[in-house]
Nanobody, 121 residues
Framework: QVHLVESGGGLVQAGGSLRLSCAAS????????IGWFRRTPGKERELVAA????????YYADSVKGRFIISKDNAKNTVYLQMNSLKPEDTAVYYC??????????????WGQGTQVTVSS
């Protein structure tokens, strides 16, 4: 079993930055992919960034490429999402999730509780 806890959400003005954290516990994670998703009412859930514990592979959605950076601290079992140049359309609940499957395709089986990010214009 994998347990994920997000933190770092909040309210920020457009153009600002936030860093989300995803602390993982439970099983060893060397074979897991960790993704950051976001969900906005009326829109489909979107995978915005993903990485893998044991390598440097990453994925970014086009909507965040060049603005968001995913990183990890293996010693702390924590994955971060640095969000820069935030836009009002980045407003969403952000979730981290884990899978043993595929970086993009998942399926992502383990989910955190989510953290709200609100970007004001």
């Amino acid at each position: 079993q994998v347990h994920l806890v997000e933190s770092g959400g909040g309210l920020v003005q457009a153009g600002g930055s936030l860093r989300l954290s995803c602390a993982a516990s439970g099983r060893t994670f060397s074979d897991y992919y960790i993704g950051w998703f976001r969900r906005t009412p009326g829109k489909e859930r979107e995978l915005v960034a993903a990485t893998v514990w044991h390598a440097s592979s990453t994925y970014y959605a086009d909507s965040v490429k060049g603005r968001f950076i995913i990183s990890k601290d293996n010693a702390k079992n924590t994955v971060y999402l640095q969000m820069n140049s935030l836009k009002p359309e980045d407003t969403a609940v952000y979730y981290c999730a884990a899978t043993e499957g595929h970086l993009v395709l998942g399926p992502y089986d383990y989910w955190g509780q989510g953290t709200q990010v609100t970007v004001s214009s």
